[in-house]
């Protein structure tokens, strides 16, 4: 794409635009990712742009008639996630690369709830052997699963389903419990 704006970027940036941040942090993320859109443009979605980060997309991903989310315990950081991961050049748009990442990472093709944003989150990722510490700039989506029969797939250890009512004792990472609360009524949950 030599010479040519990156159209990744023109979608971002519409459907950051429109996400309705209501949290302290949801609007210091949309914030932080409309920043880094601006200043990064296109390399925003490269993973090997570190600083101070890249932006990456998930999901929680909701059963056949909803009341749970599915999680993936992450091989690399030893923790709980909604599926989710880095933009391939391949991937059109960030929702693509959310529902590319929840096949990756359980092996279903979730359908679209919301073609909006559910939320965005923008944190820390520690330093490994090939890559320092960075950010990641997380913008989430919320999909229906056609069946509960999942598996763990690349770079997860395990997946299950998890009670919405469940949640805050699942040991699970706050900006997770945030975003399951703005999953639309209409969802079934």
Do not use: Y
């Amino acid at each position: 794409m030599a010479g040519q704006a990156d159209p990744r970027v023109a979608d971002a940036l519409a459907r950051i635009a429109a996400f309705e941040a209501t949290e302290p942090e949801t609007v210091e993320a949309r914030r932080a990712v409309l920043g880094l859109l601006g200043a990064a443009g296109g390399r925003a979605f490269d993973r090997r742009c570190f600083d101070p980060g890249h932006l990456t997309a998930s999901a929680l991903v909701l059963p056949p008639g909803g009341g749970a989310i599915l999680l993936v315990h992450h091989a690399r950081l030893g923790r709980w996630l909604q599926p989710g991961g880095h933009v391939e050049p391949q991937d059109p748009d960030l929702l693509a690369t959310a529902r590319r990442e929840v096949e990756e990472e359980t092996g279903i093709r979730a359908s679209l709830l919301a073609r909006s944003v559910l939320d965005i989150d923008v944190h820390r990722i520690p330093a490994s052997a090939n890559e320092p510490a960075h950010r990641h700039f997380d913008v989430r989506f919320v999909l229906v699963a056609p069946t509960r029969h999942v598996h763990a797939g690349d770079g997860v250890r395990a997946v299950r389903w998890v009670g919405l009512s469940d949640l805050p004792s699942a040991g699970i990472d706050g900006s997770i419990l945030r975003a399951a609360v703005r999953i639309p009524a209409s969802a079934g949950v």
